[in-house]
């Protein structure tokens, strides 16, 4: 008879307790994790679009959520089906801040609110040095 005094059950429900993180994706968009929707479910009720900015001295992308539709550059947030999370289609803002996707994409980064002059509070990623 088979012993089956070693069974452990799995409890962990990764997909409804993600940490709020933002990844860029080898298709060039950023996705925004459950969790970083959840954590923000305020601010993205309220804000359908984004405008980006890039301090290539701090290798960081600047992230301004905005309902405003009419500001020059703005990108439209997407909500993915399934998986609670939402993205943005970034591959115009990659090649115009001349950004290297090879040393960007398929990485977890954790967002920063930060005070930056002139911006106000925005989320910041640094990308990798």
Do not use: C
Request: hydrophobic share 35%; aromatic share 10%.
């Amino acid at each position: 008879m088979t012993s089956w005094s070693d069974i452990i059950k799995y409890t962990n429900q990764t997909a409804k307790t993600s940490d709020p993180f933002i990844t860029i994706t080898k298709n060039k968009a950023l996705s925004f994790s459950s969790g970083f929707v959840r954590k923000n479910a305020e601010l993205l009720a309220t804000k359908s679009h984004l405008v980006l900015s890039y301090s290539k001295a701090n290798n960081a992308i600047v992230i301004e959520f905005t309902a405003n539709k009419k500001l020059a550059g703005i990108l439209k947030i997407t909500k993915n089906s399934g998986s609670g999370g939402y993205s943005v289609a970034i591959r115009s803002f990659i090649n115009t801040m001349n950004i290297d996707p090879q040393k960007i994409v398929g990485r977890r980064y954790t967002p920063v609110l930060e005070k930056i002059p002139n911006y106000g509070e925005v989320h910041v990623i640094y990308l990798e040095k």
